[in-house]
């Protein structure tokens, strides 16, 4: 499945290790919660990049202390209509300060690839060959928007007041 990282398509280079698997000593590796919870003073002795897939049942509060420890949290759409990973991704985003890469997984739509990118995601796993072209074409449909998000970009009140102002 394509995955896309700031507009280009690259290579997955995360291994997903299943709980009951060995972890390997090196590289990128990808755990469940279930795992981080588990096994978290051994696993934070690696020296590797540790990953971490949350999932949409979970809160992100439950990290808050440790969500720098991951350089990959992956956030799961089971289907198109359970938004609960958006939600997740804006807590850790605007709430606990995750810097690192925020995956979304599953039911990965075009018709939400904007708002994906609003709510805190920057790698998408979309199922499509022209996987790549759909998220460009995704991120210019609109320039105007009235709900407030950690993106930086202004709303349109915003916008109103500020040429109401003058500036």
């Known amino acids: ?17 299943a709980d009951d698997d060995a972890l390997p000593p090196d590289g990128k590796t990808l755990i469940s919660l279930k795992r981080w919870q588990e096994q978290k003073a051994q696993l934070e002795q690696r020296n590797a990049p540790l990953g971490l897939s949350l999932p949409n049942t979970a809160a992100p509060e439950e990290l808050n202390g440790d969500v720098h420890r991951f350089a990959l ?8 209509s359970d938004g609960r990973a958006y939600s997740q991704a804006r807590v850790l ?3 606990l300060g995750y810097q690192g890469e925020l995956r979304a997984t599953g039911q990965v739509l075009r018709d939400q690839l904007l708002y994906m990118h609003r709510a805190g995601f920057d790698a998408f796993e979309i199922n499509r060959p022209d996987a790549e ?8 449909e609109m320039t105007v928007f009235y709900q407030p998000t950690g993106d930086d970009r ?14």
């Not at 499945?1 to 290790?17: H, Q, S």
């Not at 072209?133 to 210019?140: C, I």
């Open 154 to 167: 202004s709303t349109a009140l915003q916008q109103r007041l500020a040429r109401k102002a003058g500036l």
């Open 73 to 80: 949290i992956v956030l799961n759409f089971p289907k198109f």
């Open 133 to 140: 072209v759909v998220f460009k074409a995704a991120l210019q």
């Open 1 to 17: 499945m394509p995955l896309i990282k700031n507009g280009v398509e690259v290579t997955d280079d995360w291994i997903l290790v």
């Open 93 to 95: 985003r605007e709430h």
